[in-house]
Structure formats: structure tokens, C-alpha cells
């Protein structure tokens, strides 16, 4: 960095510590003991909110909307991160897919080295984009149906403007509270 780049950091700096929501929700924030957990209840609810935001994106497919493939378990678990566990399909081309969805049976915990077919869609979470399982077909039943799946998918899409405006609004709570204990100037003498 050269010099000038520098000192227009250093007038960027002074003018943004010079700002009254700066001192309000920092230098008068940190005063006080229990600005940190309001701070952190703060995040917690935006990002559950941010969570539930992104999560409305994915839309509730038809059964015959969604892919479809064809082929062998080769593993079923393998939790690493994230909620759910895995699964990976080789195709009938050969091809090895990966695969979220979550255990919830004994029957679906053993499919590994089984011929499947798998209904999924593509979803978006804050982990970023997977293919996630909706539906698995072994031999003539299904081990996970969809039209199980799809009534619990479209309640929880109507709920979600609902759930992120709460969500949010809980977000905001703390930073008000927040800005309304250091709106004002008190000397530092008289902070607890």
C-alpha cells in the first residue's frame, strides 16, 4: 500500500468512528457487560432467519418434476457436515451420485449394495446447493414416499413468510434495546 491509499484509510476510519451509530452501538455498546449477549441473541435469530430464508427458495415439486436415477447403493451414512446423511448411487452409466436425505428406518440404513431408484431436487441451504432424496424405490415398495413428504413440504411453505418475519423481528429486538440503553451520551463514571 502506498502512502496515499493509506491515509484515505485512516480518514475512512475517523469519519466512520466519528458517526453516532458507531458510538451508540459500539464504543457506548461495549461499555456494557451485557451488550455481547444481546449481540449474540441478536445473531442467532438473524441467522436462523437468514437459515429459513433460504430454505423458502427451494420449491415443492410434483413427483414427476424431480430427477430420476437408476442404480446401486455403494454407501448409505457418512455424516459430515450439515444435517443429513448420504448417500451414494452408482447409475447404470457408471456414474457415482451423491446424495442428502435423512434415516429415519432401519430399511433405509441397509440399502447399501441394493439396485434403487431415487427421486431428488436440487435444493439450495446455507451450506450451499445438494441434491437431496424425496423418494427411493426398492423393488416394488417404496422405502421413503413422497406422498408422505409433499404435505409437510407445502405446510411449511406457506409458514415461511411467517417464520421469517418473526425470526427477523426477534433479530431486531436486542439491536433496539441495544440502541435505546446508549442512545444518549452517559460519562463513563455512571455506566454499570
Same mark, same amino acid.
Given at each position: 500500500m502506498n502512502d496515499r491509499s493509506g491515509e484515505y484509510w485512516k480518514r475512512v476510519s475517523a469519519a466512520v468512528r466519528g458517526?453516532?451509530?458507531?458510538?451508540?452501538?459500539?464504543?457506548r455498546a461495549l461499555r456494557r457487560r451485557t451488550s455481547i449477549a444481546w449481540y449474540l441473541i441478536s445473531g442467532w435469530f438473524a441467522t436462523l432467519a437468514l437459515t429459513w430464508g433460504i430454505e423458502a427458495t427451494n420449491p415443492v415439486l410434483d413427483i414427476d418434476q424431480m430427477d430420476v436415477a437408476s442404480g446401486v447403493v455403494e454407501k448409505v451414512g457418512d455424516v459430515r457436515r450439515g444435517c443429513c446423511d448420504k448417500l451414494y448411487l452408482r447409475t447404470n452409466d457408471g456414474e457415482l451420485k451423491k446424495y442428502d436425505w435423512t434415516i429415519y428406518t432401519e430399511e433405509e440404513e441397509s440399502l447399501t449394495?441394493?439396485?434403487?431408484?431415487? %427421486?431428488?431436487? $436440487?435444493n439450495i441451504s446455507v451450506f450451499g446447493p445438494s441434491d437431496y432424496i424425496y423418494q427411493i424405490k426398492l423393488d416394488n415398495h417404496f422405502v421413503k414416499?413422497?406422498?408422505?413428504?409433499?404435505?409437510?413440504?407445502?405446510?411449511?411453505?406457506?409458514?415461511?413468510?411467517?417464520?421469517?418475519?418473526?425470526?427477523?423481528?426477534?433479530?431486531?429486538?436486542?439491536?433496539?434495546?441495544?440502541? %435505546?440503553?446508549? $442512545?444518549?451520551?452517559?460519562?463513563?463514571?455512571?455506566?454499570?
Open positions: 458517526t453516532h451509530l458507531y458510538q451508540v452501538f459500539v464504543v449394495g441394493k439396485k434403487v431408484t431415487v %427421486w431428488s431436487q $436440487r414416499d413422497y406422498r408422505e413428504i409433499k404435505v409437510h413440504r407445502e405446510n411449511a411453505r406457506d409458514g415461511n413468510p411467517w417464520i421469517f418475519g418473526m425470526l427477523s423481528t426477534l433479530a431486531l429486538f436486542p439491536l433496539l434495546r441495544i440502541w %435505546w440503553v446508549n $442512545r444518549k451520551h452517559v460519562p463513563e463514571d455512571r455506566v454499570k
